[in-house]
């Protein structure tokens, strides 16, 4: 199985990098106009092959995409300190112009894994330029893996015993659906009573401040992000290459809102291939409502 990543800039190698330490696919090609730094990155990660899953590492043109089951598109340019996802919209709406009709021309079967900020309005973006692929973006799959993070800290598990959803745009909207938050099967106030951990407003307003503001904080600690998306886009590339029906959080086109954004939804072979809509509070709900409202009032401004 072959994947194609397009930019080769810190998000779009350490995804591929992630993608190769996981086994996640055979063939690997990165693409990037700068094609000495595609075929840098590219030589460096295939030295981890032989020590991990021997997958077959290459770079190329456009035309290397070829036969690629899904293409991770992280082209574009960077969140920079004091800068926010949606400020980004006009420089890199203007390179996926340029960007998803070569992919598209030379991948028409793969499925494609939108990776530039700001993620759901590029994800819209990209349906409109390859109407006939399957697009979805990765969404809040970070943003949800680390608010999982924060509440396990906070009750000493294992991450991966946590389940919670973080919903809308990935970027300040965001909604942190507190009532789909579970440790072990158990309400997270629940199982903190039982272990008798201390559970206040105060405790909830910290994780929930931790996770909106993770992006910032690393950001201004060493200028970007991308260890934990890399991580990401692997899983999401995994679950449509292995048709695992895996329930992600991932940006897809929802026409009850009018835009992309996250939602749980079922992914496997061809993208998305069912949306969820978890039972949230009034709260949760107009939250949703205000995000989704925030990304269609900037969209119409930028992309119309």
Same mark, same amino acid.
């Given at each position: 199985m072959? !994947?194609?990543?397009?930019?080769?800039g810190?998000?779009?190698?350490?995804a591929?990098?992630?993608? =190769? @330490?996981?086994?996640?696919?055979?063939?690997?090609?990165?693409v990037?106009r700068?094609?000495?730094?595609a075929?840098?990155?590219?030589?460096?990660?295939?030295?981890?092959?032989p020590?991990?899953?021997?997958?077959? $590492?290459s770079?190329?043109?456009?035309? %290397?995409?070829?036969?690629?089951?899904?293409v991770?598109?992280?082209?574009?340019?960077?969140q920079q300190?004091?800068e =926010?996802r949606l400020?980004l919209?006009?420089?890199?709406?203007?390179?996926?112009?340029?960007?998803?009709?070569?992919?598209?021309r030379?991948?028409?079967?793969?499925?494609?894994?939108i990776?530039?900020?700001?993620?759901?309005?590029l994800?819209d973006l990209a349906?409109?330029l390859?109407?006939?692929?399957?697009? @979805?973006?990765?969404?809040t799959?970070?943003?949800?893996?680390r608010?999982?993070?924060?509440i396990?800290?906070?009750a000493g $598990?294992?991450?991966?015993?946590?389940?919670?959803?973080?919903?809308?745009?990935?970027?300040?909207?965001e909604v942190?659906?507190?009532?789909?938050?579970?440790?072990a099967? @158990?309400?997270v106030a629940d199982f903190?009573?039982s272990?008798?951990?201390e559970?206040t407003?105060? !405790?909830?307003?910290e994780i929930?401040?931790?996770?909106r503001?993770?992006a910032?904080?690393?950001i201004?600690?060493k200028? %970007?992000t991308y260890y934990?998306?890399?991580?990401a886009?692997?899983r999401i590339a995994?679950?449509?290459l292995?048709?695992?029906?895996a329930?992600l959080?991932?940006s897809?086109?929802t026409?009850?809102?009018g835009?992309s954004?996250?939602?749980p939804?079922?992914v496997?072979?061809?993208? !998305?291939?069912a =949306? @969820?809509?978890?039972v949230l509070?009034?709260e949760?709900?107009e939250?949703?409502?205000?995000?989704?409202? !925030?990304?269609r009032e900037?969209?119409?401004?930028?992309?119309?």
């Open positions: 072959k !994947v194609g990543v397009v930019g080769s810190l998000v779009g190698a350490t591929a990098y992630a993608l =190769t @330490l996981r086994g996640s696919c055979s063939d690997l090609v990165l990037d700068d094609e000495a730094r075929q840098a990155e590219a030589q460096d990660i295939a030295h981890a092959a020590i991990s899953h021997g997958t077959r $590492v770079s190329g043109g456009y035309a %290397a995409l070829s036969g690629c089951r899904v991770v598109v992280a082209a574009g340019a960077n300190p004091g =926010t400020d919209l006009e420089k890199n709406a203007a390179i996926f112009r340029e960007v998803i009709p070569q992919v598209a030379h991948a028409p079967d793969a499925v494609l894994l990776a530039t900020n700001p993620v759901d309005l994800t349906g409109r390859a109407p006939s692929q399957p697009v @979805l973006g990765s969404g799959v970070l943003d949800s893996a608010f999982r993070h924060l396990a800290e906070r $598990v294992d991450a991966t015993h946590v389940h919670g959803y973080v919903l809308g745009e990935h970027g300040d909207s942190l659906a507190w009532s789909t938050a579970a440790v099967g @158990l309400p903190m009573r272990r008798g951990l559970w407003p105060e !405790v909830q307003e929930d401040t931790g996770t503001d993770a910032a904080a690393i201004g600690g200028r %970007a934990g998306i890399g991580a886009l692997a995994e679950a449509i292995d048709d695992r029906r329930v959080t991932v897809a086109p026409p009850d809102y835009v954004l996250s939602l939804r079922i496997g072979a061809r993208g !998305v291939e =949306t @969820l809509t978890p509070t009034p949760e709900r939250g949703l409502e205000a995000s989704a409202r !925030v990304l900037t969209g119409q401004k930028v992309l119309g």
